[in-house]
């Protein structure tokens, strides 16, 4: 599973958000991942990319949101395949809060995508408004989205759990959500077709012209967070910096507190 193929990198977003590894007596264990029926192309596609035995199955069944819910499931039961996984990234059992982007090389544009098929949302708002969202109760997952929205759109998140559900709740709307959806879902990609419908159709938002334009607040970079970290003197960092001293002490506790990448992870 080289995760610098597309395909395998969307995949592995996807089920380590959606999917589920369980671990059995010895060295029995199963990989799952269950969708609404009408998204059993995408299983089918899942089953195609993988070297092993694996099986589609469909089933009716009952519960807290209907009566009769049609789903389908995607198992395989494979060893190898799934210590291979494990290995990359995917925790057995419980994994919301500990899934993490792989440590190797890896398609990020398409590891993201498959993270948005399975936990976020494209559309437009109430107004009428574009927008990309994804939830997620992993850190890693939630400031890695901001540092790549940040470089790809030029738009900056600050990462916080809500206090209903402790989880992150990360949205970009208007032009930020246009230029990231062009670029994650891009002519040709692996993806759910009924996202892709949807990410179609942001592009053809315009903004009113009687909306008003909110410039965004000049981005840190890389070199400005090393130099706020190294120095000891916040007065004199913000006059090198260019910036006020409440920004330093604002941006230098959002690094300490890991509310945002380091310097050194970007």
Known sequence: ???????????????????????GPGQKGRL?????????????????LTPYNSSVTERVRSTNFAESHHSATWTLCSLEARTTLNQLGLPYGRKSTNIAPPLGAFSRRDYLRGLIDADGSIGYTGPGRPFMS????STAIGTYLCSYAQEKAGVERV???????????????KEAAQTLVADLYYSGCLSLGRKQVKADSLTSWTRPPDMRVVHSRRSW?????????????????????????????LRLWRLRNSRVL?????
């Open 134 to 137: 994804l939830t997620t109760s």
């Open 32 to 48: 799952t991942v269950e969708l609404n029926v009408r998204d059993v192309d995408l299983l089918y596609r899942f089953k195609h």
């Open 221 to 249: 970079t890389a070199q400005e967070d090393q130099l706020l970290l190294q120095s000891d003197d916040i007065v004199a960092i913000s006059i090198e910096l260019g910036r006020t001293e409440q920004s330093c002490r």
């Open 159 to 173: 990462i916080k759990r809500n206090t209903r559900d402790e989880v992150y709740n990360i949205s970009y709307e």
């Open 262 to 266: 380091m310097p050194n992870d970007r």
């Open 1 to 23: 599973m080289d995760l610098t193929v597309p395909e395998y990198a969307y995949m592995f977003g996807f089920l380590q958000a959606d999917g589920h590894l369980h671990q």
